[in-house]
T-cell receptor, first 111, second 114 residues
Framework: KNQVEQSPQSLIILEGKNCTLQ??????????LRWYKQDTGRGPVSLTIMTFSENTKSNGRYTATLDADTKQSSLHITASQLSDSASYIC??????????WGAGTKLIIKP | DTAVSQTPKYLVTQMGNDKSIKCEQNLGHDTMYWYKQDSKKFLKIMFS???????INETVPNRFSPKSPDKAHLNLHINSLELGDSAVYFC?????????????FGPGTRLTVT
C-alpha cells in the first residue's frame, strides 16, 4: 500500500535552533517528492521538489535530502525563525497522477 | 493579486442543505483541483479539471459535483450535506495536467456541518 509517514508528529524548538523533519514512504514506482509548508489557516506552499536522481536541494534556510534506496527524505531547517511555525507536509508522486500526502509535522518555534 | 482564491473562507450549515464553494485562479493555468483536508490533516484529492474536462475523479460521493464555467474557475457543489463532510476544502491549480507541475493552493474553505 502506498503510504507516506512523517515524524515527529509535532515539534517545539527555540528560535534560532536547527531542526530536522523526517519522511518515510512506501510509494512505488517513485517519481518525485515534495515538501510543502502550510501556515495555519492557509493552503500549502511548495518548498522543494526532488526527483529520483537528486540527493540534496536547498531553498534558503530549508534543505531537503532524499535517499531513494531507503525511501527516506528529510527537511532540515537552519536558524529557525518565528515565521517557520507551520505544518510541513511531505508529498510523494506515485504512478499516473497519484500524489500521496503525509499527515505533516507541526512545528512550533518559541521565542 | 491573489493567485488562487476561494469563497467563502468559512461555511457553517445544517445537515441536508446544499452548498457551493467557489474557486478562481488568475495564473492562466490549464488544470484545477479540489482537495479535502480532514481532521487528521491528510489532503485527499477529490477532482481535477483540465480545460473543462474532468480527468481525475477519486471515490467521492456523487453528492459532490465540480462545475467549471471556464478555465479560470472550478466550483464545488455539495448536495445533502452530512456531518462527515465537515473539513477544510482546498482549491489548487497547476500550469498543465500531471503532478510534475507545481500546484498552487487557495486559502481553503472551512466547512462545518451541524
Amino acid at each position: 500500500k502506498n503510504q507516506v509517514e512523517q515524524s515527529p508528529q509535532s515539534l517545539i524548538i527555540l528560535e534560532g535552533k536547527n531542526c530536522t523533519l523526517q519522511c518515510n514512504y512506501t510509494v512505488s514506482p517513485f517519481s518525485n517528492l515534495r515538501w510543502y509548508k502550510q501556515d495555519t489557516g492557509r493552503g500549502p506552499v511548495s518548498l522543494t521538489i526532488m526527483t529520483f536522481s537528486e540527493n540534496t536541494k536547498s531553498n534558503g534556510r530549508y534543505t531537503a535530502t532524499l535517499d531513494a534506496d531507503t525511501k527516506q527524505s528529510s527537511l532540515h531547517i537552519t536558524a529557525s525563525q518565528l515565521s517557520d511555525s507551520a505544518s510541513y507536509i511531505c508529498v510523494v508522486r506515485g504512478s499516473n497522477y497519484q500524489l500521496i500526502w503525509g499527515a505533516g509535522t507541526k512545528l512550533i518555534i518559541k521565542p | 493579486d491573489t493567485a488562487v482564491s476561494q469563497t467563502p473562507k468559512y461555511l457553517v450549515t445544517q445537515m441536508g442543505n446544499d452548498k457551493s464553494i467557489k474557486c478562481e485562479q488568475n495564473l492562466g493555468h490549464d488544470t484545477m483541483y479540489w482537495y479535502k483536508q480532514d481532521s487528521k490533516k491528510f489532503l485527499k484529492i477529490m477532482f481535477s479539471y483540465n480545460n473543462k474536462e474532468l480527468i481525475i475523479n477519486e471515490t467521492v460521493p456523487n453528492r459532490f459535483s465540480p462545475k467549471s464555467p471556464d478555465k479560470a474557475h472550478l466550483n464545488l457543489h455539495i448536495n445533502s450535506l452530512e456531518l462527515g463532510d465537515s473539513a477544510v476544502y482546498f482549491c489548487a491549480s497547476s500550469q498543465r495536467q500531471g503532478t510534475s507541475y507545481e500546484q498552487y493552493f487557495g486559502p481553503g474553505t472551512r466547512l462545518t456541518v451541524t
